[in-house]
């Protein structure tokens, strides 16, 4: 005998589920937590380096660093900047995920933290999707990638809470505009908080920062 | 490359599902995959036929139902798909829209066989 099983059930659920654990490990040590995507090259361990230089009298803050390859550049630029780290291999895939990430809460000194940041593989196309149950999603694009970005790849912007447009020192030189990008931001993810900024001449990171406190003290 | 875990979850949910029926054999697996959620290629059908083999859903076909990106203009009330360029509404320009589907990324049914009921 043939029959139908309505099933409706989300593809990654199980991944969710186990986003939620994190969420709630993460939460338990009071550690606030912030997931960096971008595609590569866009500037994630550069902000993240800059970000630690601004908190660092105040704040303690654990890095996780997603990349293909074993390669452990990024996680020894963070050590080298005074702050733990971990190093997740993908091993070949072009995301971390809820159980990646569950294996380096349990390497992290969550206890000592204030603040963890998890730089994601660089990749634009399906980070979103896999949720790692950090407070905040933060996506970062950069004025060379141009700004026709928002069109190209909607998923990515509807998934986070924040969008940082780096390289801003770069827009003299590179065709940018600024209203056509934010435009797309804006129709994909109305209200989404918007920072502009350089990590070269260190322009625009105050507003970074600050909005990065006050979530955090919330 | 996401398509291996991706893979590995439909089987994961459509085996409970089933057993759950005392299914015999999954025959058919229907998805729904929005326009913008996560890009899937044919590489599942490979993983899926090395993944679901000496399981109950060995040989089942997997049906993928792409679900087009539909928005509403919250200003004009125009409905329309986008494409890359026309994101924005073309009746009126507005950036304010709601995504009315074009995210969904769900295993919606599957087709088993039981034996008879007796
Ligand atoms: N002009 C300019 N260059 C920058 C800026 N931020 C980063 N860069 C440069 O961009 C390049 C990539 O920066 P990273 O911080 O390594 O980028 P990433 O996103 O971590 O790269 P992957 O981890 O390899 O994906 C480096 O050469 C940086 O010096 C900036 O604000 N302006
Ligand atoms: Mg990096
Ligand atoms: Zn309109």
Redesign the interface.
């Known amino acids: 005998m043939s029959q139908t099983i309505t099933v409706v059930e989300k593809i990654l659920s199980a991944n969710d589920r186990l986003a939620e654990q994190n969420r709630a490990k993460i939460e338990e040590a009071g550690v606030y937590s912030i997931n960096i995507m971008a595609s590569p090259g866009a500037g994630k361990t550069s902000v993240i380096l800059k970000t630690i230089e601004a908190l660092k009298p105040e704040m303690q803050i654990g890095v996780v660093e997603g990349d293909t390859a074993p390669v452990t550049i990024d996680a020894d630029k963070v050590m080298d900047a005074g702050m733990p780290a971990v190093q997740i291999n993908t091993g070949g895939e072009c995301h971390l995920d809820a159980i990646m990430l569950q294996g380096a809460l349990n390497t992290l000194p969550l206890d000592t933290l204030d603040v963890m940041i998890v730089e994601n593989v660089g990749n634009l196309i399906c980070p979103a999707n896999f949720k790692l149950g950090t407070h905040v999603n933060v996506l970062i694009a950069s004025v060379p990638e141009g700004d026709d970005k928002p069109y190209k790849y909607p998923g990515m912007y509807r998934g986070v809470q924040a969008v940082i447009l780096n390289k801003t020192d770069l827009l003299p030189y590179i065709k940018f505009n600024m209203d056509y990008f934010r435009k797309g931001v804006e129709a994909l993810n109305p209200g989404l908080a918007f920072f502009p900024l350089s990590c070269v001449t260190g322009e625009g990171f105050d507003a970074w920062i600050a909005w990065l406190k006050e979530q955090a003290a919330k | 490359?996401?398509e291996?875990?991706?893979t590995e979850?439909?089987l994961?949910?459509?085996l409970r599902?089933?057993q759950a029926?005392n299914a015999r054999r999954i025959?058919d697996i229907y998805?729904k995959i929005g326009q913008?959620?996560?890009?899937v290629d044919d590489s599942i059908q490979f993983y899926w036929d090395t993944l679901s083999e000496g399981t109950l859903a060995q040989g089942a076909t997997l049906h993928f139902e792409r679900i087009p990106?539909l928005l509403l203009c919250l200003d004009c009330a125009h409905s329309y798909h986008p494409t890359?360029?026309q994101?924005?509404c073309p009746q009126c320009g507005s950036?304010?829209?709601h995504?009315h589907q074009g995210?969904e990324?769900?295993?919606?049914?599957?087709?088993?066989?039981?034996?008879?009921?007796p």
């Open positions: 490359m996401h291996l875990p991706v979850s439909i994961e949910i459509s599902a089933a029926q025959s998805l913008w959620s996560t890009i990106t890359g360029e994101l924005l950036a304010r829209l995504v995210e990324f769900q295993v919606e049914s599957i087709e088993i066989e039981t034996d008879e009921s």
